[in-house]
C-alpha cells in the first residue's frame, strides 16, 4: 500500500477536515442512499444487501455462491446468512453441487423470479428521488466503478485476493 503523504493541494489544516474526505462524501452518500431505497425494498418484503443479490441473480440465476461473493465484494460469512433468510422468504433456495460438495448454487424460485417484475420501478423511483439526469448517473456510477477498481487491489490484505 502507498504511504500516505500530505496533497500539495490543501494545507495541513483544511486536509484533515471532514468535509473534504473523499471517503466521508463516499460514505455519507452511501448511507444517504440506502435509506432512500429502504421504504421501497420494504414494499417488496427484502433488505438492501438482499435486493443487490436478487439484482444478480436477476442478471444470472444459478451462480454458485463464490461467485455471488465475487460480483457483490462480500465474503462467505457475510452472503452465506443473507442467502439463508433470502431461502425462508422462499425468494431462492440454495443447491449443492453433486460434483463438488463444497460448492453450492443459488437459484431463484418462481417468487424471486417474479419479484423482478415488482422491482423493476425501483430504479426510476431512484432517478426521481436523486434529482440527477440519467445520464449524469450513468457518468458518477462509471467513475466511482473506476475508482473501486483502481483503489480495490490497494484495500486487499497482504497475499490476499484483490477485490
Known amino acids: 500500500m502507498p504511504r500516505p503523504t500530505h496533497s500539495p493541494a490543501l494545507p495541513a489544516a483544511q486536509a484533515l477536515q471532514l468535509d473534504h474526505q473523499l471517503c466521508f462524501a ?9 435509506k432512500l431505497y429502504k421504504p421501497l425494498l420494504a414494499e417488496l418484503g427484502v433488505t438492501y444487501p438482499q435486493y443487490l443479490a436478487l439484482l444478480v441473480l436477476w442478471e444470472r440465476d444459478g451462480l454458485r455462491v463464490s461467485e ?6 462480500l465474503d462467505s460469512g457475510t452472503l452465506t446468512p443473507l442467502l439463508k433468510r433470502l431461502e425462508a422468504a422462499g425468494l431462492v433456495r440454495r443447491q449443492r453441487s453433486s460434483a463438488d460438495e463444497r460448492s453450492v448454487h443459488i437459484h431463484l424460485t418462481d417468487d424471486g423470479r417474479a419479484l423482478k417484475d415488482r422491482a423493476a420501478a425501483v430504479p426510476g423511483c431512484i432517478l426521481q428521488a436523486t434529482q440527477c439526469s440519467l445520464g449524469d448517473v450513468v457518468d458518477l456510477t462509471r467513475r466511482v466503478q473506476a475508482l473501486r477498481d483502481r483503489i480495490g487491489p490497494l484495500a486487499a490484505p497482504p497475499g490476499g485476493p484483490s477485490v
Open 68 to 73: 455471488l461473493c465475487e460480483r457483490l465484494f
Open 26 to 34: 463516499l460514505y455519507s452518500a452511501s448511507l444517504a442512499m440506502t
